[in-house]
């Protein structure tokens, strides 16, 4: 039990409690059973979600305010109305305190026993929305508190007041005010799980300050507190996973056959010099008695699928089974037949694996594997896997991850990502991986002109591809929303509807249609179809944006572009100019205003996929850019990046410094190594 505020232990040990205290304690023992917490201490730690500022005040002279408004007053007049059916309304008029003087509604509906809270006489505070009904302003059930003399200071109004999470049957005012009256009593006891920053609140300050505080600016002082305590103990994390990782021990076997050389001589074009330093730091990896973790981040077109085919030519060479893991099924048949034209004739084959399909016996030759999530299905068997590559890892749980690479014995892995992260945030998520970056761009790649046009243009637009794919041009049309979700199709365009134009328009024999709710063998018959040019114009959702490669595609038009992050509008755009000839890519505008318009245009100006994601980064957060579903990411309660970014990067030298120091009194590392170290025997 934790102290007790103003009392000490009687003889026997025990606290004593006061009548009132009982009552409290007991409370918050009920209270903290309907939230799964062990007690009512716990209840400390219980914090709140956000805080609401009710102290500005409102008077009726300033008119009817937009929002939710504070004010106190007194009542003049409690009336309740019955109607028949057991229906009935409390009216209670107020003269507002302050200025001239004023009157006010309050209105609860079916609530009878409201009028006997409100006797006249009675000064009351109030939150609420007003509505302005016959001259008087109308609050409808707002929040209200008893206003008494000498009272020190209100739970719920004329204050910053804390918002907490709730499960059913619970209200922020019952939550609020047991914790309010517990802490107000007691102490609880809290462990401060991590090392402090110096001119920050410690861990009972800031749990005490963001339950019920002075001010906005107490919040924020308690926030980055908590924040840094969040990202010490990541940063924590990662550290331990690496020197787990690190620390484990793994045989390579002896080369079998010789295919990286003769492959890279028989290449028609030279590797970049990234290309080259990406291949090096594998081989390194590959050399050591430990198993590779990289991370490779390439720009769209900057020659991942190479280094990946590198890389997987490497554990072939040692008579073991390689795979790569793509999201989909589409993806799976992008990868294969990429490696299947770029790898070596006679020596190897290159099989798919799906949920629809799976290949047959090994034969002669080593195999390399390319499949979807149904490589980590229990019943696949992949013999001796060294080496796994993932291919666009962020679609893919932890749990998915892990079943994958203990498909072998500890094996290697590269990850592949063609979405740039930014460098700020790569600093948070990858502090246990070995990250390469793929910068520098092959020769053979068009140039890609971006123009940005309004709604007006569309008509102009889909005549000019007409034009176009009349000379013979292809043409990818990406509209985000595919059609049922259109709440107006006047306004708002969708895929279905642009591909019903766009038929009328071209004719029907030369557009197709392609959505994420097709079935996998629809997708892929209708891409072979416009790779084959027996279709000329692509109407898509986003669901081109990776893996397709058409190289023959050189337009590119994207409807309601300013819906699409810049990362994200980089990388559609990037599926044209392939082939050597140069392409035109269009955004079009409808809704986004002047900020969208500036983000466009930025767009337009700029190739260079990293720069791009660090302005996204800045515009949207990380959030958006990473998308919500991306496993890896944490999902801070307390840390805001990249507002938090000076935090993150003394909690990244805190936590090299702990690795090196005595950090086991630490409760709270202790339990993050307990995680980072389960981790790893699970992966």
Not at 402 to 422: C, S
């Amino acid at each position: 039990m934790g102290r007790i505020h103003g009392r000490t232990p009687v003889a026997d040990g025990r606290l004593a409690l006061s009548p009132v205290q009982n009552r409290i304690r007991k409370a918050a023992a009920g209270l903290a059973e309907r939230l799964g917490l062990a007690g009512p201490e716990e209840l400390a730690g219980y914090l709140p979600r956000r805080h609401e500022d009710r102290r500005k005040g409102w008077h009726p002279a300033e008119g009817l305010p937009e929002g939710p408004v504070n004010f106190q007053g007194t009542v003049t007049r409690s009336k309740l109305n019955r109607w028949r059916g057991r229906r009935c309304s409390v009216e209670v008029d107020l003269e507002v305190t302050g200025g001239l003087g004023g009157q006010v509604r309050l209105m609860f509906y079916n609530l009878p026993f409201m009028a006997r809270a409100f006797p006249e006489g009675k000064k009351v505070a109030v939150y609420g929305r007003a509505e302005e009904k016959k001259g008087i302003f109308v609050f409808a059930h707002p929040e209200t508190e008893t206003v008494e003399e000498g009272k020190e200071e209100g739970i719920h109004l004329d204050r910053v007041v804390p918002i907490y999470p709730l499960t059913e049957g619970l209200s922020q005012r019952r939550v609020r005010s047991v914790i309010y009256h517990f802490l107000k009593e007691f102490e609880p006891e809290v462990a401060e799980a991590f090392p402090g920053m110096e001119g920050l609140p410690s861990r009972a300050e800031a749990w005490r300050t963001f339950h019920f505080p002075s001010s906005l600016q107490k919040v924020e002082m308690a926030r980055r507190s908590l924040a840094h305590e969040e990202l010490l103990g990541m940063q924590f994390t990662l550290r331990v996973r690496r020197a787990a990782r690190e620390a484990i021990r793994v045989e390579r076997p002896e080369k079998a056959r010789d295919l990286v050389e003769p492959w890279r001589k028989s290449l028609p074009w030279p590797m970049t010099g990234d290309q080259e330093k990406v291949c090096g730091e594998i081989d390194g990896d590959l050399a050591l008695l430990r198993p590779m973790h990289r991370l490779l981040q390439g720009d769209v077109g900057s020659g991942k699928t190479l280094v990946a085919a590198h890389a997987l030519l490497r554990g072939l060479e040692h008579g073991t089974h390689v795979a790569l893991m793509a999201p989909t099924t589409l993806l799976v048949e992008q990868h294969a037949a990429s490696l299947r034209k770029l790898l070596p004739k006679g020596v190897l084959e290159v099989v798919t694996w799906t949920s629809d399909s799976k290949p047959g016996p090994v034969g002669l030759f080593p195999r390399i594997t390319v499949g979807t999530h149904a490589l980590f299905a229990e019943k696949a068997r992949l013999s001796r896997l060294s080496l796994c590559v993932i291919d666009e890892q962020q679609r893919f749980g932890v749990r998915q991850r892990a079943a994958f690479l203990a498909k072998g014995e500890r094996p290697d892995l590269l990850v592949l990502t063609a979405t740039p992260i930014p460098r700020t945030y790569d600093l948070l998520l990858h502090g246990d991986l070995d990250v390469s970056l793929l910068q520098e761009m092959p020769p053979g790649r068009g140039e890609v002109k971006t123009h940005v046009r309004d709604g007006t243009a569309v008509e102009k637009i889909w005549a000019h591809l007409k034009e176009r794919v009349g000379a013979g041009d292809r043409v990818y049309v990406v509209v985000p929303r595919l059609g049922e979700e259109v709440m107006d199709p006047a306004d708002e365009a969708s895929v279905k509807r642009t591909h019903e134009q766009l038929a009328a328009t071209i004719g029907k024999a030369k557009v197709a249609l392609l959505h994420g709710k097709m079935k996998e063998e629809e997708k892929i018959g209708i891409l072979e179809k416009f790779r084959k040019g027996e279709v000329s114009v692509l109407v898509a959702t986003t669901v081109v944006e990776v893996g397709v490669d058409v190289p023959e595609a050189n337009w590119m038009v994207i409807d309601h572009a300013d819906r699409l992050g810049l990362s994200q509008l980089h990388q559609l755009r990037g599926r044209i100019g392939r082939g050597g000839r140069n392409g035109n890519c269009v955004f079009i505008e409808r809704s986004g205003g002047a900020s969208a318009q500036q983000r466009l245009e930025f767009l337009a100006q700029n190739r260079d996929g990293f720069r791009i994601a660090e302005e996204d980064y800045r515009l949207r957060g990380p959030g958006d850019i990473l998308g919500e579903d991306q496993s890896g990411i944490p999902r801070f309660r307390f840390a805001r990046l990249p507002e938090d970014l000076p935090l993150l990067q003394t909690a990244q030298q805190e936590a090299v410094g702990l690795m090196k120091g005595d950090w086991k009194k630490w409760k709270g590392l202790s339990e993050a190594e307990a995680r980072a170290k389960k981790d790893i025997a699970t992966n």
